[in-house]
Nanobody, 118 residues
């Protein structure tokens, strides 16, 4: 079964940058949306950035101008470039892919922890 594998999380000081990656463990086709979510301690999971197969992107207001989502369709990989990080960005970050198959199944990564120190 294909799984999503995330990488790039870690500890960074406020104002710093990190780049998250999310790739499939095997071959997969017909990917519609590739999104990034995050969940901070004691809070609900929230959508951070979204991208469609057509190239459209959307961001949560809290990260606009600081985060950039991009995808390499040839490599089946999605990235999240995070700049000007703030302590409130501390969370576990998850990628989610929505497939263009009947029923539009979703795949979730295992999550990668991002900690921003003040």
């Amino acid at each position: 079964q294909v799984q999503l594998v995330e990488s790039g999380g870690g500890l960074v000081q406020a104002g710093g940058s990190l780049r998250l990656s999310c790739a499939a463990s095997g071959s997969i086709f017909s990917i519609n949306a590739m999104d990034w979510y995050r969940q901070a301690p004691g809070k609900q999971r929230e959508l951070v950035a979204a991208s469609t197969s057509g190239g459209s992107t959307n961001y949560a207001d809290s990260v606009k101008g600081r985060f950039t989502i991009s995808r390499d369709n040839a490599k089946n990989t999605v990235y999240l470039q995070m700049n000007s990080l703030k302590p409130e960005d501390t969370a576990v970050y998850y990628c989610k892919w929505t497939l263009g198959w009947p029923g539009h199944p979703e795949l979730w990564g295992q999550g990668t922890l991002v900690t921003v120190s003040s």
